[in-house]
């Protein structure tokens, strides 16, 4: 099992940038994938950008050359970074880590792009 917390998240302007954070209750060296899903309101949730434990990445169409997904063996972390936000990116942000196929969930952070 892993516990993840997510923090970062806020209101900031379009245009603006925002990084987030996932920090790991233990080691993520044997994760297979780590990954950042959002959920908007009335809207499912959706994927955004995932790693693999050997740093393949995948982002969803909407978000690629504005968010790069990176981690951190050493500080157990996963971060998302965020440019060129834009009012369609509102959303919940939760950290999402693939264990055994057993899938394991932030409690999420709120981003709202908004002037």
């Known amino acids: 099992q892993v516990q993840l917390v997510e923090s970062g998240g806020g209101l900031v302007q379009p245009g603006g940038s925002l990084r987030l954070s996932c920090a790991a209750s233990?080691?993520?060296?044997?994760?297979?994938?780590m990954g950042w899903y959002r959920q908007a309101p009335g809207k499912e949730r959706e994927l955004v950008a995932a790693?693999?434990?050997?740093?393949?990445?995948n982002y969803a169409d909407s978000v690629k050359g504005r968010f790069t997904i990176s981690r951190d063996n050493a500080k157990n972390t996963v971060y998302l970074q965020m440019n060129t936000l834009n009012p369609e990116d509102t959303a919940v942000y939760y950290c999402?880590?693939?264990?055994?196929?057993?899938?394991?969930w932030g409690q999420g952070t709120q981003v709202t792009v908004s002037s």
């Open positions: 999402n880590a693939v264990v055994r196929s057993a899938n394991f």
């Open positions: 233990r080691s993520i060296l044997s994760i297979n994938i």
């Open positions: 790693i693999t434990s050997g740093g393949s990445t």
